[in-house]
């Protein structure tokens, strides 16, 4: 039966585009060797047949066997990559009769079939649903126009969902201001995939978009939020247009908003590889977030968080984190304590290759003009006394805002937790 394989049947390939050329020759040759388990003169023979394919479906056929060969050998993994690598050539190509030489071949090749094959819309069982995604940063000088319309935008969704990098397509759109945020709104989606048999496939999708200026505008925090979508998808550029909207001033942005978007603007620089404006992005978003808490503003955790990151990897940190967080009023206070600044905390080389870490607390005493009082400052609980010493020498450098009582600053004993991470 194997014989035949060349001739499309049982086990060929479709559309069978091999007659007796040097390469069929060679083919059958190697066939009889995989039969006859000789898979080393096989691979060599194979070899020969790839270097003397001069048509497609002659490097597909060898590309098929080295598949079949590699699932002989019990190497799934390789036996996948000859086949998609068959596909690559010729998504159409079909084999039948595998499971006649090794059970469940069949469904290996269809998985990367499936795989490989891009089905329209109208040849899905269930179309893709959108589950997922932020909505389309219209551009503002768009909007001020009052530019409106419809485009239409063609992609790809892959079986787990994402819309595959690179098969976004803009080809209708009522201006070209419109063709970067249509592709980060798609790119930041997630669908349920289409199905056929149900199963997941990848399907091809024709989207019609309607582009209406009278939707409320996002606001300042929406599009920073979308920027960092884009940049999580590699997309720097589109993550900068959608922070230079969100500091203009038409956006009306907040101070906090203002600081957030200075900060993921500086990452956005970062990754298209700007490090000089990343870095004023960086300073002008970090001074910014210092006067803030100075002025003891209540900002988001999510802010917080970036700003540290950001200082953290200026500083060239490892992934070893170390993090104060506000301080406790161990008294009845009107307003709480804020830490304003600190020195860099070390953390022991020693300690973050042992992955050892965790939170130390620090109590001390701390004046009405923010200062430590240094002979008052202890620690009373500890992970590892390794970090005590570090504590209390951050501690006693940091400046604070001192708490007030009755409208006054007041002399208090804090509680100060420092985090050692090791991630």
Request: glycine share 6%; hydrophobic share 45%.
């Amino acid at each position: 039966m194997l014989a035949l394989a060349l001739t499309c049947a049982p086990l060929a390939l479709a559309p069978c585009a091999l007659s007796q050329s040097p390469t069929a020759i060679l083919l059958q040759q190697a066939q009889r060797q995989v039969v006859t388990q000789q898979f080393d003169s096989a691979e060599a023979v194979l070899d020969a047949a790839m270097v003397t394919a001069r048509y497609q479906m002659d490097s597909v056929s060898v590309l098929v066997w080295r598949g079949i060969l590699e699932r002989l050998r019990g190497n799934d993994s390789l036996a996948r990559a000859r086949f998609r690598a068959a596909l690559a050539l010729n998504p159409s190509t079909s084999v039948r009769g595998l499971d006649q030489l090794s059970p469940g071949l069949d469904d290996l090749f269809d998985a990367e079939s499936r795989a490989a094959h891009v089905y329209a819309l109208l040849d899905v069982e269930q179309k893709p649903v959108r589950l997922t995604g932020p909505p389309i940063a219209y551009p503002l000088a768009l909007r001020q126009r009052h530019v409106e319309g419809q485009a239409l935008v063609t992609a790809t969704v892959d079986t787990l969902g994402r819309v595959e990098d690179g098969s976004i397509k803009v080809l209708e759109t009522p201006d070209s201001g419109f063709i970067e945020p249509l592709k980060g709104m798609l790119a930041a989606s997630t669908y349920a995939p289409g199905r056929v048999r149900g199963r997941p496939v990848r399907t091809e999708l024709f989207l019609p978009i309607d582009l209406k200026v009278n939707e409320p505008p996002p606001s300042p925090t929406q599009l920073v939020t979308a920027a960092r979508e884009q940049l999580a998808a590699r997309r720097p550029d589109s993550a900068l247009t959608l922070t230079r909207e969100a500091l203009d001033t038409a956006t009306h942005p907040t101070a906090g908003e203002r600081v957030y978007a200075l900060l993921v603007q500086g990452l956005a620089w970062r990754a298209a590889n700007n490090d000089s404006l990343a870095e004023a992005a960086f300073q002008a978003g970090l001074a910014g977030y210092r006067d803030l808490t100075v002025r003891g503003v209540d900002l988001a955790p999510v802010l917080r968080r970036l700003a540290d990151s950001v200082r953290f990897a200026r500083r060239g940190a490892t992934r070893a984190a170390t993090t104060l967080v506000q301080p406790t009023a161990l008294g009845p206070v009107d307003e709480q304590p804020v830490l304003v600044s600190h020195p860099p905390i070390r953390y022991a080389p020693e300690m973050q290759a042992l992955r050892i870490g965790g939170t130390v607390i620090v109590e001390a005493t701390l004046d009405t003009a923010g200062r430590v009082v240094p002979a008052t400052v202890k620690v009373v609980q500890s992970p590892n006394p390794v970090f005590d010493t570090e504590a209390r020498r951050v501690v006693t450098a940091a400046v604070y805002r001192p708490a007030r009582r009755g409208g006054r600053s007041a002399r208090i004993v804090i509680r100060q937790p420092i985090t050692f991470a090791p991630y």
